[in-house]
Structure formats: C-alpha cells, structure tokens
C-alpha cells in the first residue's frame, strides 16, 4: 500500500504491517483513503481530530444555507386600495429576502359566483410586481380560494427598494 505522513510527504509503498508500526510509532492512526486505487492509498493522521474537522465543516456549511420558506398573503375580492399596497409592500420585502410567496383571495358565500373579480386581483398583483417577482403558477381556484406561487426574480438578490443612509447634504447657496 502507499503510504503518506501527516504532513502529506509520500513515504512510499509499504506492506501493511510496516505502514501500522509507523503509524504507532507516532502515536497516530493509519487511515485508507482510497481502497480502489492501485496500490491502496493511506495515511498517517489523528483519526479523532480529522472526524471532529470533518463535523465542524458541515456545521460550518449548514450555518450559511439558508431554508426557502413559503409565506402566504391572504387577499378578500374586496380588497380596498390601502390594503392591497400594504400587502403588496410585504410581498417584496419576502421576495427580497428570498422567500416564496403565495399570494391567496378567499371567497365567501355569493363571493364565490364571481371569480373574475379574483383573477382580475391576482392579474393586477403579478403586474405589479412583474420587475421582481416570477409567477410559477398560474392563478387556479382550489375551493373556495384562489391562488398563485410568486418567486423571485432570478439574479436579484437585494431587497426591492434600498434604503438610504444618509440624509441628502442641503445645496449650498451663494450670496451675491
């Protein structure tokens, strides 16, 4: 087998037992990393210390995902001006954060005879948010709700509208 050190130096091809009796003699572990290979390719290492880097590399790499969630914003057919830009503004804020959204209009007993007003409000909202959002769905009825899937628009990553820092320095005047 190839053996190499714990500084990566290649100690050369070895029988097994000599390759362990190294390993003891410095107090580590001999480890395979490639059993496929022709000779098989181990190394002299802390076994403990390389599974406890090996943990704390998933940790580290789970820390930085981050879960898409689905949020919903519900919606009625008479929905008023002030409401809809409401939930319009925390639609973007969601998008811009990189959630899904799932934009709902619930219908009530005589409600549910007029569908079009629904479509009408979807349609409206898709328009709207057309620069920023991607409907992956197209406005369906299910019961008696009506809905459609929003995502973010692909390569935008910021929030919508970014906010400023600073308030704008006056213009200077000039007396004359």
């Not at 097994?16 to 990393?33: N, R, T, W, Y």
């Amino acid at each position: 087998m190839r053996v190499i050190d714990e500084t990566g130096q290649q100690l050369g091809i070895m029988p097994p037992p000599q390759a362990i009796a190294i390993a003891k003699q410095k107090g580590l572990d001999l480890v395979e990393i490639s059993p496929t290979a022709v000779p098989p390719v181990c190394r002299i290492m802390d076994f403990g210390k390389y599974q406890y880097q090996e943990q704390k590399r998933t940790r580290e790499a789970k820390k930085h995902q981050r879960v898409i969630e689905v949020k919903e914003i519900k919606f009625r057919p008479k929905v008023d001006e002030h409401d809809y830009q409401f939930k319009k503004k925390h639609i973007e804020r969601f998008l811009g954060e990189g959630d899904k959204v799932k934009a709902t209009i619930f219908f009530r007993g005589r409600e549910m005879a007029h569908p079009d007003i629904g479509q009408r409000i979807l349609e409206r909202l898709m328009n709207d948010l057309a620069e920023v959002a991607t409907p992956e769905t197209h406005p369906r009825m299910e019961g008696n709700q009506m809905h459609v899937i929003l995502s973010q628009r692909t390569g935008r990553k910021t929030a919508a509208k970014p906010r400023m820092q600073d308030a704008p320095e006056p213009a200077a005047t000039t007396e004359e």
